[in-house]
């Protein structure tokens, strides 16, 4: 059973990897496995009794990670359906691409925090093409929104998949991952952002000769963009803090804010015509969140749990601390893997090798893995959902993106890995 199991969730891993090459949704695979994995498990071990019981407890875990993204995934979608996210854009003004670059890296970087990387890459291109008419310099900062998105998301608990993941964990709480990731997060941003901030000095920014209309015209007031961003934004900030109050769950946090959100959004339309404030409604919103990359998650988080249940993972952490040896090694090089594979299932498999009775919340280990599984992504295009999402808005070449941003990504991994290393030494 072992050696099938094994053998079954690699090709998946494989299949999602090589997602773009073969034109199969990763999502598909992540299905196929799952089903084949429980499937095999269930066969093999011959207990109705424990393979539901153990079924159950991950459906339970499963539900709180989906639950809690459709929620915050819709709550983005109805801000942005207000044309709301122009409160940051129209405010970022200069005449310097070097100036442009570091404004756009520092936004990026605070808003990957509070939205997700994903959603922020999305807004910040899309900004972009409103900004840069030349294709090579847009590129560029495609691929820098890329890196400061990622390492944005890895010191919030909602900023990333990954670290949300931890967080629901139990292997991280809100205020300690900002207390030890913020810093290392910032450093390995600011490497790569010195260095091509340093190549672009001199340059003028050129824009579009003609300002790129939106894929839709918003008809909403400045009133209404305004209290649907910031009230937005605020459901979404107000999660980590519901939970340390109530103890409930982050999704229902999300979903009470989302209501909130919602009862808001009806009172403001309510005199309007249903053709004119359709677009606007939450239950437009809901058709355009990425149910494909949901889907994914379960699928993803279904296939792991079977190589919990069936202590393959438990065997290999201890193969890894044999062979290895070190923690902090074992760490960084699944930060390196991050780039070539889906950073989900990793984190999902360090999650079911180590047990929190050996690692406590908010270890070295779960911290040091929230930073590595974030920023380690950026190294190559395919690496994070925000770089898969770049790649398509932008047409960048994974060669491209090697050649120019690869390095400079991995300077900055490896320098704010070091200095996480170093501040957890200091201060423990």
């Keep these: 059973m072992i050696t099938a199991l094994i053998l079954i969730f690699v090709?998946?891993?494989?299949?999602?990897?090589?997602?773009?090459?073969?034109?199969?949704?990763?999502?598909?695979s992540a299905l196929v496995g799952a089903g084949l994995l429980w499937t095999i498990y269930a066969i093999a071990?011959?207990?109705?009794?424990?393979?539901?019981?153990?079924?159950?407890?991950?459906?339970?875990?499963?539900?709180q990670i989906v639950f809690f993204l459709i929620g915050a995934m819709t709550i983005v979608e109805v801000i942005d359906a207000h044309n709301g996210f122009e409160v940051i854009t129209r405010n970022i003004k200069t005449t310097k691409l070097s100036s442009l670059m570091i404004?756009?890296?520092?936004?990026?970087?605070?808003?990957?925090?509070?939205?997700?990387?994903l959603t922020t890459t999305i807004v910040m291109i899309s900004l972009l093409k409103k900004l840069i008419d030349k294709h090579s310099d847009r590129l560029l900062f495609a691929g820098m929104v890329v890196i400061a998105a990622n390492s944005g998301g890895a010191w919030s608990p909602i900023g990333d998949?990954?670290?949300?993941?931890?967080?629901?964990?139990?292997?991280?709480?809100?205020?300690?991952?900002?207390?030890?990731?913020?810093?290392?997060?910032?450093v390995s941003l600011a490497v790569p952002l010195v260095i091509i901030s340093f190549m672009l000095r001199g340059k003028p920014v050129v824009p579009p000769a003609q300002p790129v209309n939106s894929a839709k015209e918003i008809s909403t007031t400045a009133l209404e963009r305004n209290l649907v961003f910031f009230l937005g934004l605020g459901a979404l900030i107000a999660v980590p803090i519901f939970k340390t109050v109530t103890h409930l769950p982050p999704f229902m946090g999300v979903f009470f804010g989302l209501g909130i959100l919602w009862l808001v959004a009806d009172l403001l339309h309510r005199n309007k015509a249903e053709e004119d404030k359709?677009?606007?409604?939450?239950?437009?919103?809901?058709?355009?969140?990425?149910?494909?990359?949901?889907?994914?998650?379960?699928?993803?988080?279904?296939?792991?749990?079977?190589?919990?249940?069936?202590?393959?993972?438990?065997d290999l952490a201890g193969w890894l601390d044999t062979t290895v040896g070190r923690l902090d090694i074992i760490v960084f090089l699944i930060?390196?893997?991050?780039?070539?594979?889906?950073?989900?299932?990793?984190?999902?498999?360090?999650?079911?090798?180590?047990?929190?009775?050996?690692?406590?919340?908010?270890?070295?280990?779960?911290?040091?893995?929230?930073?590595?599984?974030?920023?380690?992504?950026?190294?190559?295009?395919?690496?994070?959902?925000?770089?898969?999402a770049a790649m398509g808005l932008e047409k960048i070449e994974f060669v491209w993106y090697m050649k120019n941003i690869s390095l400079l990504a991995l300077a900055g991994y490896m320098a704010g890995a070091l200095v996480y290393v170093l501040q957890f030494n200091l201060l423990h």
């Design 278 to 314: 359709h677009h606007l409604t939450l239950v437009h919103a809901l058709t355009r969140i990425d149910m494909a990359s949901i889907v994914f998650f379960i699928g993803i988080l279904l296939a792991v749990a079977t190589l919990e249940h069936s202590h393959v993972l438990t």
């Design 335 to 388: 930060g390196i893997a991050s780039a070539i594979v889906d950073n989900v299932p990793l984190v999902a498999a360090a999650m079911g090798m180590y047990s929190l009775e050996q690692f406590p919340t908010d270890s070295f280990l779960w911290e040091f893995l929230a930073y590595c599984a974030g920023t380690g992504g950026s190294i190559l295009i395919i690496g994070s959902a925000a770089g898969v």
């Design 45 to 63: 071990t011959n207990n109705t009794e424990v393979v539901s019981h153990e079924l159950s407890e991950t459906l339970i875990s499963t539900a």
């Design 161 to 186: 998949v990954t670290t949300t993941m931890l967080w629901i964990g139990g292997q991280i709480t809100p205020v300690n991952i900002i207390q030890g990731v913020f810093l290392p997060s910032i």
């Design 11 to 28: 090709l998946a891993y494989l299949a999602i990897a090589l997602e773009h090459p073969l034109k199969v949704n990763k999502s598909a």
């Design 103 to 117: 404004l756009v890296g520092i936004v990026t970087f605070f808003l990957s925090a509070i939205l997700d990387n």
